[in-house]
């Protein structure tokens, strides 16, 4: 048994995270873990569960939100490549 270290609960199913920097960290459920461990959008304050985007050492759940906060190297930044199909 281990205890979710966001809400307490003792679970036979709990989980571990381990971070890039070493740190491990246990969880009853992704939500727990959404809560405790997901970066947050800077530009419109969103939990980033998929993989968002990186601009400058600054994290933002899409495009649009990148490009609104980072000028140039925002304006390179797309959700998915290529173009829309036609
Ligand atoms: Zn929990
Ligand atoms: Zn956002």
């Known amino acids: 048994m281990a205890t979710c270290e966001v809400c307490g609960n003792d679970y036979w199913m709990a989980f571990e995270?381990?971070?890039?920097?070493g740190d491990v960290h246990t969880f009853d459920c992704f939500e727990c873990a959404v809560h405790k461990?997901?970066?947050?959008?800077?530009?419109?304050?969103i939990?980033?569960?998929?993989?968002g985007v990186e601009v400058s050492g600054r994290f933002f759940c899409c495009a649009h939100c990148a490009r609104a906060e980072e000028g140039d190297q925002g304006a390179q930044i797309r959700d998915a490549v290529g173009a829309?199909?036609?």
């Open 84 to 86: 829309r199909p036609t």
């Open 17 to 21: 995270v381990r971070t890039v920097s």
């Open 47 to 51: 939990k980033i569960v998929g993989h």
């Open 37 to 45: 461990m997901a970066p947050i959008c800077e530009h419109c304050q």
